[in-house]
């Protein structure tokens, strides 16, 4: 899964704040019980407070009870990538974002390689659907594939 891939760049500034190894694997279970649980977010610098705010918020905002390990922030994470596709960045502006706005350093081929896998499952899933009697799903699927393959 592509949130596997997903590097906090800001990794050794929350190392020297906390005093112990952060990994630099964002989705990974030390790294979200580091930055949820022992950080002093007054000693980080304004951008990546920011960012790390950031990433609380779009990511880690969840009532489940196992948060942040119950799989809810890497849901949203995919689900944030195939937005900006549809929305219209292609994978090198959907990585810069990822970068501004998180912090989180994916690499655009990463994004490119998941975003085609998503569309050979979303034709499985139309084809699926005309199968099954299910043309409401299937135009919804082909809409979303035409949004994410252009």
Known sequence: MIASKAKFRGA???QNIVGFRVPELVF???FLEAVSACMNYQKLDKRTREQLIHF???FLDCKCRQNPLCGCPERKFVKMIVELRISGLDHRQIS???VDEYGIDIAPADILSFLESSVHILESIKDISKIEGKEDLSAETARLIASVSR
């Open 12 to 14: 050794k500034k929350l």
């Open 96 to 98: 810069e974002v990822m």
């Open 28 to 30: 990974k279970g030390p």
């Open 56 to 58: 609380f918020k779009d």
